[in-house]
């Protein structure tokens, strides 16, 4: 295995952009002994002013309800576009409107270049076939949006009004106004809340086996989770591990039946009910679950190499509740390719996409919303049609 254990991960991406971890392995063309490219995700960055500023130099997030004066990207001036959200949904969608000279204004999120910040080797995203650290990756797509004057502030949007146009959404007492949106805000993974799963995320705990299931060839690992999403997930390590455990904390499964017969047919899962994980145990890298029996409550240490979340994800939609139609599981519904029921307020990425969930294809729906953006505003003369890029 390549160990995944190499992670950076910060226990939580709070620190965004932040080197990785001195033993994230050098990329070319990068630092050596770490991750050190200069990207400054600490705070708002105008046109360029990310690229080459060295962590720790970057101006710093202006205050909660700090000046309108252009330091927080909001000069009082109508922006074409406002993007939210800066995981590769958002930030493709940036580098594809910038190019289209929309000027797009990226509201980051307070935990800018979302999931994959808290992930070690992507091996599955082309263009790298060596891989590359999520975090790193994502240090690229920034970069490249700000190389065509892309204006980043890293807030969360709070509220917005998609009453009329301008929109106006609202972030850190700030007002920010725009002709269009991109809601790129993606989903959260859930996770179990333990300490020792936080310290090992990366290093044998992972919520996505279709990312990171590659590195468990020939190991033992185990899937917690009672629905669907985790079934389907044992199911598919068994193409890597050697025996796969899948836990669930009760004797009864949300998951259809068809998937649960199929997970008791493959003779390399073994299904334990009843199961609690109270503590992932490793050092550098997983090595052991503590179990507890929910009802007996009697403890047991089960050797275990990797730990699949799959409790499940929580989109990212707060912020728009109720402007915007949600499906049964809270993910956004779009309309068409890449619109929402509001006219002029699109949609990318895994905020609707609960079937895909890849970086590739949220990177491929901001592209698409960009791109239905720029012709949704020539259409109303706001975008000259002499911008429209040539992609
Ligand atoms: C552990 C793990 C490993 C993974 N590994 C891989 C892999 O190897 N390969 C792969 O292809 N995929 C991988 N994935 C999946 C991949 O990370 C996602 O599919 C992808 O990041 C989705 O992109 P997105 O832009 O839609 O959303 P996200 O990446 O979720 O980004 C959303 C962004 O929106 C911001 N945001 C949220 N709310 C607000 C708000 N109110 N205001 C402003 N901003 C907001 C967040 O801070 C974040 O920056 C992995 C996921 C996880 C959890």
């Not at 004066?69 to 594809?96: C, E, F, N, R």
């Not at 949106?181 to 799963?197: C, K, P, R």
């Not at 936080?198 to 705990?205: E, F, K």
């Not at 299931?213 to 185990?222: C, H, I, K, S, T």
Request: charged letters at 20%; proline letters at 5%.
């Amino acid at each position: 295995m390549t160990d995944k254990p190499t992670t950076s991960t910060p226990s939580s991406p709070a620190a965004p952009g932040a080197p990785a971890t001195p033993e994230a392995p050098a990329a070319p063309g990068f630092g050596s002994g770490g991750f050190s490219f200069a990207i400054d995700f600490s705070g708002d960055a105008g046109a360029g002013a990310g690229a080459g500023v060295a962590l720790g130099q970057a101006a710093p997030i202006s205050a909660p309800g700090g000046p309108s004066d252009g330091a927080d990207g909001h000069d009082g001036s109508v922006s074409k576009v406002v993007i939210v959200g800066s995981g590769p949904a958002g930030l493709t969608a940036a580098i594809y409107a910038a190019r289209a000279n929309l000027e797009p204004l990226v509201l980051a999120g307070v935990e800018p270049g979302g999931q994959l910040m808290i992930t070690s080797e992507v091996e599955n995203f082309p263009g790298f076939p060596d891989g590359i650290q999520g975090p790193e990756l994502m240090a690229r797509f920034r970069a490249q949006a700000e190389r065509f004057g892309t204006r980043i502030v890293d807030v969360d949007v709070e509220r917005v009004d998609f009453s009329e146009r301008p929109f106006r959404l609202w972030a850190r007492g700030v007002e920010y106004r725009a002709e269009s949106v991109i809601i790129a805000t993606g989903a959260s993974a859930m996770w179990l809340g333990l300490e020792s799963e936080t310290r090992l995320r990366g290093r044998g705990v992972s919520a996505c086996a279709t990312c990171d299931g590659f590195f468990f060839r020939d190991r033992e690992v185990a899937v917690v989770g009672g629905g669907d999403t985790a079934l389907e997930e044992a199911n598919f390590l068994t193409r890597f591990a050697s025996k796969v455990h899948l836990l669930h904390r009760r004797d009864t499964f949300r998951a259809s039946k068809i998937m649960l017969d199929r997970a008791s047919a493959n003779e390399k899962i073994q299904i334990h009910t009843n199961v609690a994980v109270e503590e992932v145990l490793g050092g550098a890298k997983v090595e052991a679950l503590r179990l507890r029996d929910t009802i007996t409550n009697d403890e047991r240490v089960l050797p275990m190499e990797g730990l699949f979340v799959a409790i499940g994800h929580r989109p990212n939609t707060a912020a728009f509740a109720g402007w915007l139609a949600v499906d049964d599981k809270g993910y956004l519904v779009v309309e068409g390719h890449t619109g929402s029921q509001i006219d002029g307020v699109f949609i990318a990425g895994d905020v609707h996409d609960h079937h895909y969930r890849q970086a590739v294809t949220a990177a491929a729906d901001g592209c698409k919303a960009a791109i239905d953006v720029e012709h949704w505003l020539e259409a109303r003369g706001i975008a000259r049609a002499s911008t429209v890029t040539a992609w």
